[in-house]
């Protein structure tokens, strides 16, 4: 099992190592490069010729601002790509969410909320736990957990109130 992750700068690390983290807590190999699609677009190039064929399951790539590196990145491959639209910039992520989201047909990115690199760990996840069941069936059982916190939150408040 292995997932790919392609951030445009070094200034992204703190908003892409939550997804690693939890990549790994699940047993998946992560692969982390920092290649933009601007000025490393030949080392970009490479690096996702070599997810073509190394077995790579999934490409989750994070850019701010003009965000072109999802949509370079899916360009390059059938790998299913997730897009994290990062904020830094005035428009505060908006504009990267709008440049992962405005792919021309063919060519998609799943996208996830600005910054949201935990939930495009969870995606690339949900995509593993296709062929792997033992991804699946700890994702079932994180999700019961989740519920049960819900419901606990429940049950306090229906006490605080009674």
Request: charged letters at 20%; a negative charge; aromatic letters at 4%.
């Amino acid at each position: 099992m292995k997932v790919a992750i392609i951030m445009g700068s070094t200034s992204d690390i703190d908003k892409v190592s939550p997804a690693v983290d939890i990549l790994k807590s699940y047993g998946v190999e992560v692969n982390v490069r920092c290649l933009s699609a601007h000025r490393a677009h030949e080392g970009l190039a490479s690096f996702v010729s070599e997810c073509n064929e190394d077995g790579t399951e999934v490409i989750i790539t994070a850019a701010g601002m003009a965000a072109a590196l999802p949509g370079v990145v899916a360009s390059m491959t059938v790998i299913p790509v997730i897009g994290v639209p990062l904020s830094g910039s005035v428009l505060d992520g908006m504009d990267a969410l709008y440049s992962i989201v405005q792919m021309p047909s063919g060519i998609p990115v799943a996208t996830v909320a600005i910054n949201g690199s935990k939930n495009a760990a969870y995606l690339a996840l949900q995509i593993i736990g296709i062929k792997h069941d033992e991804v699946k069936n700890k994702l079932v059982a994180y999700r019961k957990s989740m519920e049960e916190d819900a419901m606990k939150a429940n049950e306090e408040v229906i006490s605080r109130f009674a």
